[in-house]
Nanobody
Framework: QVQLVESGGGLVQAGGSPRLPCSALGRTFDAMGWFLQAPGKEREFVAAITESTTYADSMKGRFTISRDNTKNTVYLQMSDLKPEDTAVYYC???????????????WGQGTQVTVSS
């Protein structure tokens, strides 16, 4: 059974720099990515990685995606968090690193990140 398991969320103070890991269990994927969904809003692309990386323009500079293929794990390093970054962060996996959710066939359960001012 294929699963994506995220962790690392929680309550973070503004300016903090948490790292979110996501481990893929059951198979490997060419592309892994991160999306966020803020309350009352649609799911939004953050970043994705294959052999290269791609970011949403609004995320460049503060968020960094990386992967450790030996652990089948992708990471989202966040920095200088702001209250408006509060959202559920979802890990996704597929075969093409696009910015659109339909390209990813597998999703994690999401991890809540709440940024306090």
């Amino acid at each position: 059974q294929v699963q994506l398991v995220e962790s690392g969320g929680g309550l973070v103070q503004a300016g903090g720099s948490p790292r979110l890991p996501c481990s893929a269990l059951g198979r490997t994927f060419d592309a892994m990515g991160w999306f966020l969904q803020a309350p009352g809003k649609e799911r939004e692309f953050v970043a994705a990685i294959t052999e290269s990386t791609t970011y949403a323009d609004s995320m460049k500079g503060r968020f960094t995606i990386s992967r450790d293929n030996t652990k089948n794990t992708v990471y989202l390093q966040m920095s200088d968090l702001k209250p408006e970054d509060t959202a559920v962060y979802y890990c996704a996996a597929g075969w093409v690193a696009t910015h659109g959710p339909p390209s990813y066939g597998y999703w994690g359960q999401g991890t809540q990140v709440t940024v306090s001012s």
